[in-house]
T-cell receptor, first 110, second 116 residues
Framework: GENVEQHPSTLSVQEGDSAVIKCTYS??????FPWYKQELGKGPQLIID?????GEKKDQRIAVTLNKTAKHFSLHITETQPEDSAVYFC?????????FGTGTRLQVFP | NAGVTQTPKFQVLKTGQSMTLQCAQD?????MYWYRQDPGMGLRLIYY???????DKGEVPNGYNVSRLNKREFSLRLESAAPSQTSVYFCASSEQPWTGSGNTIYFGEGSWLTVV
C-alpha cells in the first residue's frame, strides 16, 4: 500500500523567512496530494492541494510543487507570520484512501 | 455554519468499558470518515462510509464498530476499550467518496479519549 513520509518533524523559522516541508510517497499510482493545517485543539483544514497532472500550484503565500518522477511533493510558505504556526500534514490519495504523513510542527518566531 | 460536529470532546474510560463517539455533518455530504491521531503517526483511517447505508474498514479498524445512522450521522463505537485506544479521534466528511478528483475533506474538532 501507499506510504507517505514527511520531513522535518519540527521546523522553527523567524517571521518573514520561508518554510519548506517535504513529503515522499511510494505508490506511483497516487494522483492527488492535499496539504492540511492543524491549529492547536482544532481539526485539520485543507490549505492547498495539487493533482498529478500539475507540477506547481500557488495560492498567495503558499505553494506546492510535485515531482512525479521522484515521487515527492513540497509545501512552501513565504513571508511566514506567527499565525502560520501549526502542524502541517501532507497526504496522498491512492485508490480509495487518503494516506497522511506524520506531520510537521512549524513554529514562527516574531 | 457548524460543519462537522462531534461529541464528546473529552472522555476518560476504564479498560473494558464501552462508549460511542457521535458525529454529525450539516453539509449534505455523502461520505463520512473516522480517523485517529497519535503522536508521530499522523492521521490513520479507522472506518469510512462512502454513502448512506455503506461502511468499510480503513487502516486500523480492529476494536471499533461504526454505524451510518442516516446521511448526517456517523458514529464510532468502542465495545471494550483498551489503553491502546487512547487517542484523538476525528470525524470528517466529503461531498463524494474519494475518486481521484480530490474532494475536499472537512474535519471536526476532535474527541480526546483516554483509556486507563
Amino acid at each position: 500500500g501507499e506510504n507517505v513520509e514527511q520531513h522535518p518533524s519540527t521546523l522553527s523559522v523567524q517571521e518573514g523567512d520561508s518554510a519548506v516541508i517535504k513529503c515522499t510517497y511510494s505508490d506511483s499510482a497516487s494522483n492527488y496530494f492535499p496539504w492540511y493545517k492543524q491549529e492547536l485543539g482544532k481539526g485539520p483544514q485543507l490549505i492547498i492541494d495539487i493533482r498529478s497532472n500539475v507540477g506547481e500550484k500557488k495560492d498567495q503565500r503558499i505553494a506546492v510543487t510535485l515531482n512525479k518522477t521522484a515521487k515527492h511533493f513540497s509545501l512552501h510558505i513565504t513571508e511566514t507570520q506567527p499565525e502560520d504556526s501549526a502542524v502541517y500534514f501532507c497526504a496522498a490519495y491512492n485508490t480509495d484512501k487518503l494516506i497522511f504523513g506524520t506531520g510537521t510542527r512549524l513554529q514562527v518566531f516574531p | 455554519n457548524a460543519g462537522v460536529t462531534q461529541t464528546p470532546k473529552f472522555q476518560v474510560l476504564k479498560t473494558g468499558q464501552s462508549m460511542t463517539l457521535q458525529c454529525a455533518q450539516d453539509m449534505n455530504h455523502n461520505s463520512m470518515y473516522w480517523y485517529r491521531q497519535d503522536p508521530g503517526m499522523g492521521l490513520r483511517l479507522i472506518y469510512y462510509s462512502a454513502s448512506e447505508g455503506t461502511t468499510d474498514k480503513g487502516e486500523v479498524p480492529n476494536g471499533y464498530n461504526v454505524s451510518r445512522l442516516n446521511k448526517r450521522e456517523f458514529s464510532l463505537r468502542l465495545e471494550s476499550a483498551a489503553p491502546s485506544q487512547t487517542s484523538v479521534y476525528f470525524c470528517a466528511s466529503s461531498e463524494q467518496p474519494w475518486t481521484g478528483s480530490g474532494n475536499t475533506i472537512y474535519f471536526g474538532e476532535g474527541s480526546w479519549l483516554t483509556v486507563v
